[in-house]
């Protein structure tokens, strides 16, 4: 079974950066796409950036310009470099790789906590 862990996580200032990691625990093979969600308390999950086998990438339009995905895929890792943080930021984030048909694997979730 693959584990996605999730690293990276923890409190910033509003104005700050911080950079999440998520790793899979073995190799996947026929990634389709790999990708961050969140979930504010009382919130629904969200999708925040997703990359694609291609590299095209999207955002959600609150983190246009200041969220910014990578992946490196000899590690099987995908990156979430957070920068200008606000407190509306605030949420757990999730990891999720797409792979094959179906197959669906996501992280156990890392909190990220913004203060003003």
Not at 85 to 100: M, N, Q, R, S, W
Request: with cysteine.
């Amino acid at each position: 079974q693959v584990q996605l862990v999730e690293s990276g996580g923890g409190s910033a200032q509003a104005g700050g950066s911080l950079r999440l990691s998520c790793s899979a625990s073995r190799d996947i093979f026929g990634i389709n796409a790999m990708g961050w969600y969140r979930q504010a308390p009382g919130k629904q999950r969200e999708l925040v950036a997703r990359i694609i086998r291609g590299g095209d990438t999207n955002y959600v339009d609150s983190v246009k310009g200041r969220f910014t995905i990578s992946r490196d895929n000899a590690k099987n890792t995908v990156y979430l470099q957070m920068d200008s943080l606000k407190p509306e930021d605030t949420a757990v984030y999730y990891c999720k790789i797409e792979a094959g048909w179906s197959n669906n694997y996501w992280g156990q979730g890392t909190q990220v906590t913004v203060s003003s």
